[in-house]
């Protein structure tokens, strides 16, 4: 690591907790992520598209308990 980068990060790590989240995102964020872009419109149409079936009523929520333990019966 450059001399420089380490005195960044030295400093950053002085920054309050709230003020590291946020460089930490907009650095996160300045990486090439198209296709982590893809993804994410991807779910959020996949999430629209049974939000507006539970609406409909077309299909019925099943608690969380139930999808774990049918999760773990079959890794059993």
Do not use: C
């Amino acid at each position: 690591m450059t001399s420089l980068v380490e005195n960044l990060e030295l400093e950053a790590l002085k920054l309050p907790e709230k003020e590291r989240a946020h460089l930490a995102r907009v650095l996160l964020l300045s990486l090439d992520d198209s296709h982590d872009h893809d993804d994410e419109i991807a779910w959020a149409e996949e999430a629209e598209r049974r939000y507006q079936e539970l609406k409909a009523g077309t299909v019925q929520a099943v608690p969380s308990e139930v999808v774990f333990e049918q999760a773990r019966a079959r890794l059993r």
